[in-house]
Each structure stands twice: as structure tokens, then as C-alpha cells.
């Protein structure tokens, strides 16, 4: 059993819906295959997805919280109430759901959260099993942020227990650290993973006048390659959008060339458009000059309608009948015998009907009129819109043939840089033989193996363990509380500056000594300095 935190969040978080966002779906995506079974602990709704939502309004409702339990609201503000750890099992273990949720409520109690909101999921994306603990640090009841004092140290202590209890043991190490610890004796050193006097040596050599002249001169040559590269790249970046300007440009111009040819003829149809008549030869002049034909003809039919009708009037059967053909005129829009007898005995209504009539004729001269003219104009723009499609495809074909041409070359440009990538690699690399340079990693590898292989050794001896006899089994144990696992607490008579530990851990167990500073002048007095304020 191991547990793990983010390395540089140390497990803190500002956001629950992102916390939830990354354990809920798969990496970089926005399936969720990789997500056993979700647990959502001290949470009202059921839905994982809306989980995110209640922590953050508990985390809102927390001074309220604390006025209610009669705690004061004070202190820094909550700005990282996210909790997070991972439990990861071995591979040669397989848990059940329930197991693994129950060691997980576990987990959570050791850390004093067993009230808090917490979201459990299980992944599925690895060959070990392993959850996602996502914890809300607020408490429900009080309102207080949970202490994480010490907190590694907990589930450090918790995981060993656990191994314990199951009865194989996946991290030896870490149980030898425990069992001295319970014991009163000073836990095993871990391995040193400072430089050793020969990567020193090295470290030293590379400083030397040959190295930094050799790195001058590879620096200088590759910084001279880069520059006429990135300048040749450049000018190429250049060019590109010159051209896709250059072509935007011509696309634009089409358009406003097939714009430009139509715009007067489809304004010359409206004379209100029209800066000046068209062309006496042209078909725009014909339909001006049948259109005022057409107003002329009007305006004499009026004209002597309007005699006509003022002769009549001047006489009594003459008015009787204007009344009557103005009735029969617009019998289908008013009324029948009232609007005659009106008619008959109002002068000033058989005036007003005989204009009304007459400016009727001339609407619909002028809608008759603005629809020729509308069918006209809708010719020209039909034809426009073709054109104008037809630019549109062009463009289309020609940007996308552009486009497939500008990535070749990007694309080789960036082969260029790997291939001048992997040139220097293999240039610092002959560099790095030169002068007997070895990368950390390397002589880590050399040294020790990593913490992977030592698990599934321990796995691996844990189960064979597990197939000897009762009897043998119980011998192994014996002897493995025996003299083996106990350190030595004898100094070395050679100080070694990676030998030595932190107070805090020689505090733990025991061997903390304070300093004596004594009362020269080199360090400051125990006694209290009788200058120094009551």
C-alpha cells in the first residue's frame, strides 16, 4: 500500500470542480471510461458531477458556520480548501470495491475527516488499483479548516499499519523505519543520493578551461546555425502571409469590381437612385420613357374626368348623377342607399369621393410601376449572386490549395529543427564522453534500483513467504524482528555531512540534545540581558 499527493500542490487545491473534472473523466478528454466506482461521502446529492457545487457552498457558508457554533470569523482568508491523495494498491493485490472503499473511509478517519465531504473514484488506467480522495477541508458543523499538521507522517504510519494487518508487506523499508521507531532506536539511513567524490570530480573537470572553451565553441556554432535559420523561417513566415494577403486581397478586389459593374444599373432603375438620366439608346431610358408615357396618359384621363365632373356638378341632374356613378364606383367598399343619399345632398362628399378615386388610380400606377422595377432589379441581383459565387469558390479553392502548400513547409521547417535537435544531442553527447560527464540518473541507476523494482521484490518475497509452512513462515519472522532489522546506534567515528538529520527528526525518536552556547562572546547569554524590556 503507498499513498501520493501532487509533488507541487502538496495535495492543496483552490477548485473542486476542477479536482472533480480531472478524477471523473479520462485524461485530456471528456469520456469517463477509465472511472470504476464513485463514492460520494457526507454529500446530499448524488450526483458526482454536482458534488463540485454543495463543497463550494459549504466553503461559502463558512463564517456563518462558525457565528453559529460561537467561534469568531478570524484568521487568514480560505483560499485552498481542496484536499487531494491517491491510495495505490500493488499490482500482485486485487481489492474489491468494497475493500478499497472501506480503506479509503480509513484513510479518512486517521486524518481526523471522517465528517468531511469527500469524493472517492476509482481509476482504472493503471495495472495497480488504485482511488482519488477528494476531501473538503471545511468542517459541516463547525465551520473550522481541518489541521493537516503532520499529515504525511499519518498516512505514512496508517499505510505501514495497513500492510501489517494484511500480513505482506510491500514497502520493507518503511517498515523497518517504524518498527525502530516503536522500539526507541534510531530508524535505518536511506540511501545517499548526494554527488559522489567522483561526480564531483567530474562536475570540477567540466568547469575546466577545456570544457568551457569546448562548450563556447559548440554554443557558438549552433547559435550561428539557429540565427540563419530562424532569419531564413522568418522571411518564409513573411512571404506565406504575404501571399494569403495578397490573396485576400484579389478576392476582395473581385468583389468589388462585380459590385461595382451592377450597382449602376440596379440603382438607375430607381430614379430617386440616379445622379443623372441614362442613356437615351439604352433599356433603362425606354422603361423611363414608357413609365412617364404611362403618367402622362393618367394625367389626362384625370384631367378631363375632372372637367367633366365640375360640369356636372354646375347642375342639378348633373350632380345627381356624379352621385350616382361615384356610388356604383365604390359600391364594394361603402355602404349602400345612406352613402348614396349622402352623396346625392353633400357636394363637398361627392368632391372628396371623385379625389379619392382618382388618387386610387395613381397608387396603383406606382405599385404596378415599383413592381416592374422590382422584377428588373431582382434579374440583375440573381445574376450578381452567381458572380459573386463563383469568385467566392474560386477563393475557396485557391486558399485551400495555399494552405496545403504553407504546411509542407512548415512542416519541413520543422523537421529541420529535429533533425538540428538531434545533431546537437549527439554533439553534447560525444561532448559529454570528451570529458567523462555522467548524467545523475545514470549513476542513480548504477547505484540502486528504483522504488518500483524494489516493491515487486518485496511482492515477490512476501508471497513466496506466504506458500512456506506455518512453522517456517513464523521462524522468518522471528528472525526478521531479530537482529537483522535492528540499526545500529553506534556514531560513526567519520562525520559525514549526509549522515546527519533534521531536529525535527531526531526529536521523534528521542536524541535531540539541545546546543550549549555558553557565555562568551561568541554567542549570546542564557541569562536574561538586564538591559532587555520587562
Known amino acids: 500500500m503507498n499513498w501520493a499527493k501532487g509533488r507541487a500542490t502538496k495535495g492543496r487545491g483552490t477548485s473542486f470542480k476542477g479536482a472533480l473534472v480531472y478524477v471523473l473523466h479520462d485524461k485530456d478528454a471528456q469520456t469517463s471510461e477509465r472511472v470504476g466506482f464513485v463514492e460520494l461521502h457526507n454529500l446530499a446529492t448524488d450526483d458526482p458531477h454536482r458534488a463540485w457545487r454543495e463543497m463550494k457552498a459549504l466553503c461559502d457558508a463558512a463564517n456563518d458556520l462558525k457565528k453559529r457554533s460561537g467561534i469568531r470569523a478570524t484568521g487568514r482568508k480560505l483560499t485552498k480548501p481542496v484536499y487531494a491523495f491517491t491510495l495505490n494498491w500493488h499490482e500482485a493485490d486485487n481489492p474489491d470495491a468494497a475493500h478499497m472503499r472501506e480503506t479509503a473511509f480509513d484513510a479518512l478517519r486517521t486524518l481526523g475527516m471522517e465528517n468531511h465531504q469527500a469524493v472517492i473514484v476509482e ?51 518503511r517498515r523497518a523505519k517504524f518498527h525502530a521507531l516503536d522500539n526507541g532506536m534510531e530508524p535505518p539511513k536511506r540511501p545517499a543520493r548526494a554527488k559522489s567524490r567522483e561526480e564531483w570530480e567530474a562536475t570540477r573537470k567540466l568547469n575546466g578551461e577545456k570544457a568551457k572553451q569546448r562548450v563556447a565553441e559548440i554554443k557558438a556554432a549552433y547559435a550561428a546555425h ?86 356636372r356638378e354646375r347642375s342639378l341632374l348633373g350632380a345627381i348623377g356624379n352621385a350616382v356613378r361615384l356610388h356604383y364606383a365604390a359600391m364594394r367598399e361603402r355602404g349602400g342607399l345612406a352613402n348614396l343619399f349622402k352623396l ?98 545514470q549513476e542513480n541507476a548504477g547505484q540502486q534500483q528504483s522504488h518500483r523494482d524494489e516493491f515487486r521484490e518485496a511482492a515477490s518475497d512476501a508471497t513466496q ?24 546506534t553506534e556514531k560513526s567515528t567519520r562525520r559525514d555531512w549526509r549522515a546527519r538529520r533534521s531536529a525535527a527528526e531526531r526529536k521523534a525518536d528521542g536524541t535531540y540534545k539541545k546546543r550549549d552556547r555558553g557565555n562568551d562572546d561568541g554567542g549570546r547569554s542564557r541569562e536574561r540581558d538586564r538591559h532587555e524590556p520587562d
Not at 141 to 150: A, D, I, M
Not at 406 to 413: D, F, L, P, R, Y
Open 465 to 488: 513467504a506466504e506458500a512456506k509452512p506455518e512453522q517456517e513462515r513464523r521462524a522468518d519472522q522471528n528472525q526478521g524482528n531479530g537482529a537483522d532489522l535492528t540499526p545500529t
Open 123 to 173: 481509476h482504472t488506467d493503471r495495472p495497480h488499483k488504485h482511488v482519488h480522495v477528494i476531501v473538503n477541508l471545511v468542517d459541516p458543523e463547525t465551520g473550522r479548516l481541518v489541521s493537516l499538521s503532520n499529515d504525511d507522517h499519518k498516512l505514512d504510519r496508517w499505510a505501514d499499519h495497513y500492510e501489517v494487518s494484511q500480513g505482506v508487506i510491500r514497502s520493507p523499508e
Open 226 to 311: 539557429v540565427a540563419s535559420l530562424k532569419a531564413a523561417q522568418s522571411s518564409a513566415f513573411q512571404a506565406r502571409n504575404a501571399e494569403a494577403e495578397k490573396l485576400w486581397n484579389s478576392y476582395k478586389a473581385d468583389r468589388k469590381a462585380v459590385n461595382d459593374r451592377y450597382k449602376p444599373f440596379i440603382d438607375a432603375i430607381w430614379k430617386s437612385r440616379r445622379t443623372r438620366p441614362p442613356h437615351p439608346y439604352t433599356e433603362q431610358a425606354l422603361h423611363d420613357l414608357q413609365e412617364s408615357a404611362e403618367w402622362k396618359q393618367l394625367g389626362r384621363t384625370q384631367f378631363a374626368q375632372r372637367r367633366l365632373f365640375n360640369a
Open 344 to 441: 346625392m345632398i353633400s357636394p363637398a362628399a361627392r368632391r372628396k369621393q371623385f379625389q379619392q378615386q382618382q388618387e386610387t388610380r395613381k397608387q396603383a400606377l406606382r405599385q404596378r410601376q415599383a413592381q416592374s422595377r422590382n422584377q428588373r432589379a431582382a434579374t440583375l441581383k440573381a445574376a450578381r449572386r452567381i458572380e459573386l459565387a463563383k469568385i467566392s469558390q474560386e477563393f475557396q479553392k485557391d486558399r485551400e490549395t495555399m494552405k496545403a502548400r504553407h504546411a509542407s513547409e512548415v512542416a519541413a521547417q520543422k523537421m529541420v529543427w529535429r533533425q538540428l535537435a538531434a545533431e546537437r544531442e549527439k554533439v553534447w553527447s560525444d561532448y559529454r564522453q570528451e570529458f567523462a560527464i555522467k548524467g545523475a540518473e
